[in-house]
T-cell receptor
Framework: GNSVTQMEGPVTLSEEAFLTINCTYT??????LFWYVQYPGEGLQLLLK?????DKGSNKGFEATYRKETTSFHLEKGSVQVSDSAVYFC????????????????FGSGTRLLVRP | DTGVSQNPRHKITKRGQNVTFRCDPI?????LYWYRQTLGQGPEFLTY????????KSRLLSDRFSAERPKGSFSTLEIQRTEQGDSAMYLC??????????FGQGTRLTVV
């Protein structure tokens, strides 16, 4: 079945450091890929998405590129801030005809990021 | 606020009691999803509705769990005879038949 694997955390960085969080997936067909962020005690917020191979999703300085050949969707940011400290989840959703697809999300186990001043 | 709203935010209950959670989706969204998230893990799919029809249920959704979405608007998730293993964050999400779902802040259940 479909699955998502993320690098384990926590990832601890100093402010302004470069961030990479690895994500690989296993899926049949061509899923949509997402990164969600979760702040302490809160629900999930969509950070960025990509729906087809070679698409680059970007938001708030974060980027991720849909790599079909390596089945990866790594999250990157050039300069992290203390306010980026959170748990980041990679997820996939099936992508078929709208009335035939549940679009349920399959999540990785999350990667905690801690940014120190 | 036009986002997904969940109530209550926190619930503490004794083992064996019944609990019910409510989710109000974004008003124009016709799909509503329930997920469960345990500590240190990613959310896991429980069930989803399109309008008032419940179209899929996960094997995680035991007989003690029931979800409804009357009239295709808000949804409720009820857990009967709660067990300590039910302690988790219960997340609701909504969408308009697309992979992009919007999540509520969740209901954290603690069974003591």
């Amino acid at each position: 079945g479909n699955s998502v694997t993320q690098m384990e955390g926590p990832v601890t960085l100093s402010e302004e450091a470069f961030l990479t969080i690895n994500c690989t997936y296993t899926a049949t067909g061509y899923p949509s890929l997402f990164w969600y962020v979760q702040y302490p005690g809160e629900g999930l917020q969509l950070l960025l998405k990509a729906t087809k191979a070679d698409d680059k999703g970007s938001n708030k300085g974060f980027e991720a590129t849909y790599r079909k050949e390596t089945t990866s969707f790594h999250l990157e940011k050039g300069s992290v801030q203390v306010s980026d400290s959170a748990v980041y989840f990679c997820a996939l959703s099936d992508q078929g005809a709208p009335m035939d697809s549940s679009y349920k999300l399959i999540f990785g186990s999350g990667t905690r990021l801690l940014v120190r001043p | 606020d036009t986002g997904v709203s969940q109530n209550p935010r926190h619930k503490i209950t004794k083992r064996g009691q019944n609990v019910t959670f409510r989710c109000d989706p974004i008003s124009e969204h016709n799909r509503l999803y329930w997920y469960r998230q345990t500590l240190g893990q990613g959310p896991e799919f429980l069930t989803y509705f399109q309008n008032e029809a419940q179209l899929e249920k996960s094997r995680l959704l035991s007989d003690r769990f029931s979800a409804e979405r009357p009239k295709g608007s808000f949804s409720t998730l009820e857990i009967q005879r709660t067990e300590q293993g039910d302690s988790a964050m219960y997340l609701c999400a909504s969408s308009f038949i697309s992979p992009e779902a919007f999540f509520g802040q969740g209901t954290r259940l603690t069974v003591v």
